[in-house]
């Protein structure tokens, strides 16, 4: 223990007062490889485009259309903007912490700090199949989207291509992550926005002939399912959003977090505003929930949403051009999906928690077992190959989904622990760098949102006639998380963090406490646009 300037007791980790992406490299190079730290490279404009364009992939452009089947266009409004609410409180409650102690380990890192090495161990492993899943997912979009031009080559194919390419890409260090995922995800949101205005413009009847307005809301209807239909798209809404955390794990690699973070944690709810509450909005009042293109179980063709309505619309080429943002928004996606689950494992790693070979980093900085072992892993979507591509993409996002929902509200408790740590250590809420807005009751609020959503998810398996395989698809990871959580407590006999015992300090960048983030300067409104729209 030690005293701040203050006289306040600063608890400290048992590995000293940093973290572990701050310990130099220790013993020859081999031993180096398992304790080298990360480089710290990521600018601010790089967490400001990955807070919101990294995450915008296939399931997106490509699942939105599975979610408009299920529950109809005002069934998709109301679920992706109560989710949408959600994700803001939790972005508000990872922004506090991620600010004050940006490490590379993230909230699994927090959790092991501020509440029980045991919910370290299984939230780790559950973030980690989270992103694998999602990289699954990506690799059946992908291998169905292209073969909207050619099939040619088998759809195991296309999934062979793009491993290659995803595993060469995130090979390339954490600042050639930054800057192929700042162009592409630029690229996402100026096609996507074009989109808009096309739609916009087809609605009205300015192409294609015919004005749709909203017609399709009265036939065939708002809703595809009632409640039903609106309960089955929260798992879908909570895995599309999945990844808005992910500026939790690259701060511990930005060269300025508390200039950096907010700045993206600020610009969150906006972006998901207009570009993941507009898709539902456009493509549903473009297309009704009955059109049998549209990606749903059983279905014998796969299309995005976007590419019907232009074809609609008799917009051929731009169709094409949408199916090509779609591929860039895949090669971004499973860019983001490798970043996030490498580093996920090599906390794990380098702590204990997984095998150690996974905690090698090369020179550039590049824990390279880490991304061949989740990028092996995420071979599963090999499996799609011999079934219905609706059912397995359908399973895949369910299972990813429930994922989501224990991350985020465990990422809301940590947060609840942290700020009971303050307290009970004396500390003034005052001197954190970002305070999460509206706490605590939009922290306990999110907290209860995702625990009902955890179970509410599943709950049509019960309607009658029972469902087992929908049942064990939106429950199995409850019992898993359970499993493993109770097995690594009893194993290692953790205990659980007392607060005033709690590691508070560890982590934090006290060099870059006085950096300048440029708010005292007056900017134009063009700037302000700018910065909602790029960063």
Not at 115 to 127: E, P
Not at 194 to 217: D, E, R, T
Not at 334 to 353: A, D, E, Q
């Amino acid at each position: 223990m030690s005293t701040d300037g203050a006289g306040h007791v600063k608890v400290e980790a048992s590995y000293g007062s940093r973290s572990l992406d701050d310990l130099p490299p220790t013993g020859g190079e081999a031993v180096a490889a398992y304790s080298a730290p990360l480089h710290r490279r990521l600018k601010s404009r790089h967490l400001q485009m990955i807070a919101i364009g990294g995450i915008i992939g296939p399931g997106l452009l490509v699942g939105s259309g599975n979610a408009l089947h299920l529950a109809g266009p005002a069934g998709i409004l109301i679920s992706f903007s109560l989710v949408g609410i959600i994700v803001f409180f939790v972005m508000q409650s990872l922004g506090e912490l991620a600010t004050l102690i940006p490490v590379t380990g993230s909230f699994t890192e927090y959790a092991e700090r501020f509440v029980d090495g045991s919910l370290s161990f299984a939230l780790g492993w559950a973030y980690w199949y989270l992103w694998v899943t999602v990289l699954a997912n990506e690799y059946n979009a992908v291998s169905l989207v292209v073969r909207y031009w050619t099939v040619v080559v088998p759809q195991w194919g296309w999934i062979l291509i793009f491993w290659f390419i995803f595993i060469s890409l995130s090979m390339l260090g954490v600042l050639a992550y930054g800057e192929v995922e700042f162009w592409l995800s630029l690229i996402k949101l100026i096609s996507i926005s074009i989109f808009f205005v096309v739609a916009i413009i087809i609605s009205a009847g300015g192409i294609g002939g015919q004005k749709i307005g909203f017609k399709y809301w009265h036939d065939p209807g708002a809703f595809a399912d009632s409640i039903n239909g609106v309960a089955k798209t929260f798992v879908i809404a909570g895995t599309l959003y999945a990844g808005t955390e992910m500026v939790g794990v690259t701060s511990g690699e930005a060269d300025n977090p508390r200039r950096a973070v907010p700045r993206a944690i600020r610009q969150v709810f906006v972006r998901i505003l207009v570009f993941y509450v507009g898709m539902m909005f456009f493509i549903g009042i473009l297309l009704p929930y009955t059109d049998k293109r549209l990606l749903a179980s059983g279905s014998k063709t796969a299309a995005s949403p976007l590419t019907i309505s232009l074809e609609e619309a008799g917009v051929a080429p731009a169709a094409s051009v949408i199916n090509a943002v779609i591929v860039i928004a895949v090669i971004s996606a499973g860019n983001s999906s490798l970043y996030v689950s490498s580093r996920t494992l090599l906390f794990m790693s380098r702590t204990g928690k997984a095998p150690k070979i996974l905690g090698r980093v090369n020179k550039a900085g590049v824990p390279w077992v880490a991304l061949l072992f989740s990028n092996l892993i995420a071979c599963i979507a090999f499996l799609s190959v011999s079934s219905s591509a609706g059912t397995v993409y359908d399973a895949l996002i369910t299972l990813s989904g429930v994922a989501t929902f224990i991350v985020w509200g465990t990422i809301e408790f940590v947060h609840i622990r942290f700020r009971n740590a303050l307290r009970a250590q004396g500390q003034s809420v005052d001197d954190l760098p970002f305070k999460a807005m509206w706490y605590p009751y939009g922290t306990y609020a999110a907290l209860a949102a995702n625990i009902f959503l955890i179970f509410f998810q599943g709950y049509t398996a019960f309607l009658n006639p029972f469902s087992a395989s929908s049942f064990v698809i939106s429950y199995v990871l409850l019992p898993v998380f359970v499993i493993l959580l109770i097995g690594y407590k009893i194993w290692r006999k953790t205990k659980w963090v007392k607060l005033e015992e709690m590691d508070i300090w560890s982590g934090r960048r006290d060099d870059i406490r006085d950096a300048d983030d440029g708010s005292g300067k007056k900017r134009s409104f063009l700037h302000k646009v700018k910065n909602v729209v790029i960063g």
